[in-house]
């Protein structure tokens, strides 16, 4: 495992998939680097490539939106990082391949931060972190745990932007999601 610096500058600098050849910026994930819950989406999209933050423009606006509904905060009191850190062409979802190449960093993340919850944030960060079967029409909102942190689904933000009918069960959510912070005493 590395630390935080050794992390980034690695990440920063990393060849191991071919989205390296298309990206403006490495997009490695931002926060507090220890906070209790961690925010998981598939990977970055153009502005996020662009300005080397994850969740910015339009969807990055919608999660901002969510997450102070329950008193969460990406300056303060959560960390968001991608499944993969550079950007899939044309938004495309990332392949296996890309995934596989790209995976320990988030895993190194999520040693370092070890947080008391994970959200996956959409149907690839589910299925990668959940469940290769994961249905998010279905499951999304349910909770698992695995090694001691437990681990949820929400609808990814861009979803929302496209399907507003989908919001209402996304608020469920956002509630359940603050009923876990307060069962397990995780800091806000
Ligand atoms: S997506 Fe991940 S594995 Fe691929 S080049 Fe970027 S940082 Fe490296």
Redesign the pocket.
Known sequence: MQNWEALKQT?HS????G??ET?HN?VFGIGNEEADILFVGEGPGEQEDLQGEPFVGPAGKLLDDMLSIIDLDRKCNCYIANI???RPPRNRDPLET?QD??IG?LRNQVALIRPKIIVCLGRIAAKRLIDPDYRITRQHGQWVERNGIWITAIYHPSALLRDVSKRPETFEDLLSLREKMQEIGAKV
Do not use: G, P, Q
């Open positions: 990440c990393c060849t191991r998939c989205l390296c990206r490495v993969v850190k550079c890309e190449a790209c960093y």
